[in-house]
């Protein structure tokens, strides 16, 4: 029965989702009714009000020092016997990273605007009871290397949103965490993508004028680099991995990294622009992935981390770096289309918490043997486009369709090859 329903309610948002009846999506454009369509305002409205209900749970309890009390934490039925304790460090670090632009966001509309500083607010006093020894939300930093990967992500925040996330917290707290963040050194991570959270941390702590290690940067950078196997993709370590790990952290990371030492004199300009493009390429494919249903293939590990495998190409809208036959608009579309078929009320434990899935409740063996409730919330990184004011064509221009769609509706679209970059 539970299994009936869902596929039911899946049925409803492949249609409510794209406004488009299935018969239409292979039809010409003509027979679709261009005002039964959604604005770009009404997509806006949808994303703020699913990361409000995606971020509250977590916020409002950590805020108040409640975290471990409430939070519903689930972990892999393969599980490998880790302290749990390290994913409400994963929750924070994870979410903040994709909220960072939107906090970072000034003028705002008023109604929005209230939902966003609220949970501003919210996410710096959790911030203050993670580093909070006191806290009975203090964060399982100590706790084997996991703390490195998610230490990385709540970096990444405070570089994408310094006026916002670092700026207020009291002098007491910045010390607490630049300590924390420090004391993580005593971990070497692997030849993989782990180097790029060494990075990430050590280039933080650079951009506000603390010593910083500068080997754990550059051997990353130099170990990235590599590892690029062409066409806009880079391997997870020498090998190559068919993943969404490219999305999840190499080459979103890899740009952050550079852009900090970019301005530090440290890396050149050139470095930077040549992992651009190469982001660019990726982005490519990321937009050719969604299907005209709002589906995507799922690959690799850590499929649960969702929506999180479009974080370079929503990056590059946030950053007006999108390639030049993508337009910002069906981008939000697709994106948008994707929410919809993935955040279905089952996909929320009692309501609240993410499930260890993709669509609804029932796909807990997806879970990887480290992947716990916390580590759910990378899912964020796809809101980064909230960070652009609602006049930006990304929202305000009208329905766009994306390349999939036009493809099996009949319809031109841009041909791909191979780039050589």
Same mark, same amino acid.
């Given at each position: 029965?539970?299994?009936?329903?869902?596929?039911?309610?899946?049925?409803?948002?492949?249609?409510?989702?794209?406004?488009?009846?299935?018969?239409?999506?292979?039809?010409?454009?003509?027979?679709?009714?261009?005002?039964?369509?959604?604005?770009?305002?009404?997509?806006?409205?949808?994303?703020?009000?699913?990361?409000?209900?995606?971020?509250? !749970?977590?916020?409002?309890?950590?805020?108040?020092?409640?975290?471990?009390?409430?939070?519903?934490?689930?972990?892999?039925?393969?599980?490998?016997?880790?302290?749990?304790?390290?994913?409400?460090?994963?929750?924070?670090? =994870?979410?903040?990273?994709?909220?960072?632009?939107?906090?970072?966001?000034?003028?705002?509309?008023?109604?929005?605007?209230?939902?966003?500083?609220?949970?501003?607010?919210?996410?710096?006093?959790?911030?203050?009871?993670?580093?909070?020894?006191?806290? !009975?939300?203090?964060?399982?930093?100590?706790?084997?290397?996991?703390?490195?990967?998610?230490?990385?992500?709540?970096?990444?925040?405070?570089?994408?949103?310094?006026? *916002?996330?670092?700026?207020?917290?009291?002098?007491?707290?910045?010390? =607490?965490?630049?300590?924390?963040?420090?004391?993580?050194?005593?971990?070497?991570?692997?030849?993989?993508?782990?180097?790029?959270?060494?990075?990430?941390?050590?280039?933080?702590?650079?951009?506000?004028?603390?010593?910083?290690?500068?080997?754990?940067?550059?051997?990353?950078?130099?170990?990235?680099?590599?590892?690029?196997?062409?066409?806009?993709?880079?391997?997870?370590? !020498?090998?190559?991995?068919?993943?969404?790990?490219?999305?999840?952290?190499?080459?979103?990371?890899?740009?952050?990294?550079?852009?900090? @030492?970019?301005?530090?004199?440290?890396?050149?300009?050139?470095?930077?622009?040549? *992992?651009?493009?190469?982001?660019?390429?990726?982005?490519?494919?990321?937009?050719?992935?969604?299907?005209?249903?709002?589906?995507?293939?799922?690959?690799? =590990?850590?499929?649960?981390?969702?929506?999180?495998?479009?974080? !370079?190409?929503?990056?590059?809208?946030?950053?007006?770096?999108?390639?030049?036959?993508?337009?910002?608009?069906?981008?939000?579309?697709?994106?948008?289309?994707?929410?919809? =078929?993935?955040?279905?009320?089952?996909?929320?434990?009692?309501?609240?918490?993410?499930?260890?899935?993709?669509?609804? @409740?029932?796909?807990?063996?997806?879970?990887?043997?480290?992947?716990?409730?916390?580590?759910?919330?990378?899912?964020?990184?796809?809101?980064?486009?909230?960070?652009?004011?609602?006049?930006?064509?990304?929202?305000?221009?009208?329905?766009?369709?994306?390349?999939?769609?036009?493809?099996?509706?009949?319809?031109?679209?841009?041909?791909?090859?191979?780039?050589?970059?």
């Amino acid at each position: 029965m539970k299994r009936r329903n869902l596929l039911r309610k899946l049925s409803f948002a492949s249609v409510a989702g794209l406004f488009i009846q299935p018969a239409q999506l292979f039809a010409g454009t003509k027979d679709v009714e261009i005002e039964k369509l959604p604005s770009g305002i009404d997509d806006r409205k949808y994303w703020v009000d699913l990361l409000d209900k995606i971020a509250s !749970p977590l916020l409002s309890n950590m805020s108040k020092g409640t975290l471990r009390k409430n939070m519903d934490m689930q972990v892999s039925p393969i599980w490998d016997n880790r302290d749990k304790g390290v994913g409400y460090l994963e929750g924070l670090g =994870r979410l903040s990273t994709g909220l960072a632009p939107w906090f970072a966001l000034e003028n705002a509309n008023r109604e929005e605007d209230v939902i966003r500083k609220r949970l501003n607010k919210q996410l710096l006093a959790s911030i203050a009871h993670g580093v909070d020894p006191e806290s !009975p939300d203090y964060l399982s930093w100590s706790s084997g290397s996991q703390p490195l990967v998610d230490a990385a992500f709540l970096a990444q925040s405070l570089i994408k949103a310094p006026k *916002a996330l670092w700026e207020p917290l009291d002098d007491t707290t910045k010390k =607490r965490l630049v300590h924390e963040f420090k004391q993580l050194r005593r971990i070497k991570p692997y030849e993989s993508n782990w180097l790029l959270f060494a990075a990430m941390i050590e280039s933080f702590l650079l951009s506000v004028g603390e010593d910083f290690v500068e080997e754990r940067i550059d051997y990353a950078l130099e170990k990235i680099k590599e590892w690029y196997k062409g066409d806009g993709w880079y391997g997870d370590g !020498p090998v190559f991995s068919f993943d969404y790990y490219n999305s999840y952290v190499i080459q979103p990371m890899l740009i952050d990294v550079l852009r900090v @030492n970019v301005q530090h004199k440290r890396r050149s300009k050139e470095e930077y622009d040549l *992992a651009y493009k190469r982001m660019q390429r990726y982005a490519e494919f990321l937009e050719r992935m969604v299907s005209p249903e709002g589906t995507y293939p799922i690959f690799g =590990r850590s499929a649960t981390y969702r929506t999180a495998i479009f974080q !370079p190409l929503v990056q590059l809208a946030l950053e007006d770096g999108l390639p030049e036959w993508i337009k910002p608009s069906q981008v939000r579309c697709a994106i948008t289309s994707v929410k919809k =078929r993935i955040f279905i009320p089952e996909t929320f434990v009692k309501g609240e918490w993410l499930s260890l899935g993709i669509v609804g @409740n029932q796909q807990e063996g997806l879970a990887d043997t480290y992947s716990n409730t916390g580590s759910m919330y990378l899912t964020s990184l796809s809101f980064l486009p909230l960070g652009l004011p609602e006049k930006h064509s990304f929202w305000s221009e009208p329905f766009e369709p994306w390349t999939m769609l036009k493809a099996w509706k009949g319809e031109p679209f841009k041909k791909d090859y191979h780039v050589n970059v």
